[in-house]
């Protein structure tokens, strides 16, 4: 899988999945540009990456949920690239929350998980068509399912959305040469649950109970997922679009 060339936006590259798939894709000689909010780490990413093939990363800082961060990450790409092959909505947040608690975890999941992939895909789909480029989504195994044990009513609602959207663009842009795809994991070791608001002693539950239940008796690690990225993002995937593919350790089968 050669991506030289190839200009590969990566949302949530300072972190987990996105870290990884960063890292794969400058492994494969692209120009990668990363995406996230935390400057520092987003900073130590590009250095790996820079370290692989020698090719330094483009970094924009962004909060997804707001609009013109979005703008600014395809502005700043096409200013000092000039193109974009392929884009990675990665970026997600992990919010909890009943349908006794309101709509505040319902608009702020969605503003990050959907509304800004909705709206970048959108920003971005001129340059893919000029390119006959494509997309991977990162959704999840909860688009299929309730994750009960995570009081994840608002998340599980932002990937089912977000597959629907992966399906309709592949449908409404395959005449232009551009493929949409979505990768859907299980439970994968990152900062996820963290970042979701598990103490501690809660994610080591987390992980036990998966470690004892999944198939596979293991959780996937972000280079797994990453490795499916790539491969759905190049050319040996030419045939593929509007695909959802899951990764998980066999937990949609519990
Ligand atoms: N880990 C799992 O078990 C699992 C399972 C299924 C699906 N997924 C999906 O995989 C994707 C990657 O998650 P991960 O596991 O790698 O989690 P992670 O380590 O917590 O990384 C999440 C990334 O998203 C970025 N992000 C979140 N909200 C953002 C916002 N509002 N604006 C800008 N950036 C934002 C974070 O940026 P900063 O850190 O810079 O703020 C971080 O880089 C997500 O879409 C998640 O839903 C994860």
Same mark, same amino acid.
């Given at each position: 899988?050669? $991506?030289?060339?190839?200009?590969?936006?990566? !949302?949530?590259?300072?972190?987990?999945?996105?870290?990884? !798939?960063?890292?794969?894709?400058?492994?494969?000689?692209a120009?990668?540009?990363l995406?996230?909010?935390?400057?520092?780490?987003?900073?130590?990413?590009?250095?790996?990456?820079?370290?692989? @093939?020698?090719?330094?990363?483009?970094?924009?800082?962004a &909060?997804?949920?707001?609009? *013109? *961060?979005?703008?600014?990450?395809?502005?700043?790409?096409?200013?000092?690239?000039?193109?974009?092959?392929?884009?990675?909505?990665?970026?997600?947040?992990?919010?909890? %929350?009943?349908i006794?608690?309101?709509? &505040?975890?319902?608009?702020?999941?969605?503003?990050?998980?959907?509304?800004?992939?909705?709206?970048? #895909?959108?920003?971005?789909?001129?340059?893919?068509?000029? !390119? @006959?480029?494509?997309?991977?989504?990162?959704?999840?195994?909860?688009?299929f @399912?309730?994750?009960?044990?995570?009081? $994840?009513?608002?998340?599980?609602?932002?990937?089912?959305?977000? *597959?629907?959207? #992966?399906?309709?663009?592949?449908?409404?842009?395959?005449?232009? %040469?551009?493929?949409?795809?979505?990768?859907?994991?299980? /439970?994968?070791?990152?900062? $996820?649950?963290?970042?979701?608001?598990?103490?501690? =002693?809660q994610?080591?539950?987390?992980?036990k109970?998966? =470690?004892? !239940?999944?198939?596979?008796?293991?959780?996937?690690e972000? &280079? *797994?997922?990453?490795?499916?990225?790539?491969?759905?993002?190049?050319?040996? /995937?030419?045939?593929?679009?509007?695909?959802?593919?899951?990764?998980?350790?066999?937990?949609?089968l519990?």
């Amino acid at each position: 899988m050669d $991506f030289k060339n190839k200009v590969v936006i990566i !949302t949530g590259a300072s972190s987990g999945i996105g870290t990884a !798939t960063a890292l794969m894709f400058a492994n494969q000689s692209a120009k990668v540009v990363l995406v996230g909010r935390n400057e520092k780490a987003l900073q130590d990413v590009a250095k790996k990456c820079e370290t692989s @093939k020698g090719i330094k990363p483009l970094i924009v800082k962004a &909060e997804l949920s707001v609009d *013109d *961060d979005l703008k600014n990450i395809i502005d700043q790409t096409i200013n000092v690239y000039g193109r974009i092959d392929v884009l990675v909505n990665n970026a997600g947040v992990g919010v909890q %929350g009943s349908i006794r608690d309101g709509i &505040e975890p319902y608009d702020r999941v969605m503003s990050t998980n959907v509304r800004a992939v909705y709206y970048l #895909t959108s920003l971005a789909t001129p340059y893919l068509v000029k !390119t @006959k480029g494509n997309i991977v989504n990162v959704s999840s195994v909860a688009a299929f @399912k309730p994750i009960r044990d995570m009081n $994840f009513l608002p998340y599980c609602t932002s990937k089912a959305a977000l *597959d629907q959207i #992966t399906k309709c663009v592949a449908a409404e842009l395959g005449r232009d %040469g551009v493929r949409v795809n979505s990768v859907n994991p299980g /439970a994968t070791r990152t900062p $996820f649950a963290q970042a979701a608001g598990l103490t501690l =002693e809660q994610q080591n539950e987390l992980y036990k109970a998966r =470690e004892q !239940t999944l198939p596979l008796g293991k959780m996937a690690e972000s &280079e *797994d997922v990453a490795d499916l990225i790539l491969y759905l993002a190049s050319d040996r /995937a030419k045939s593929i679009t509007g695909s959802i593919y899951v990764i998980d350790n066999g937990e949609i089968l519990l």
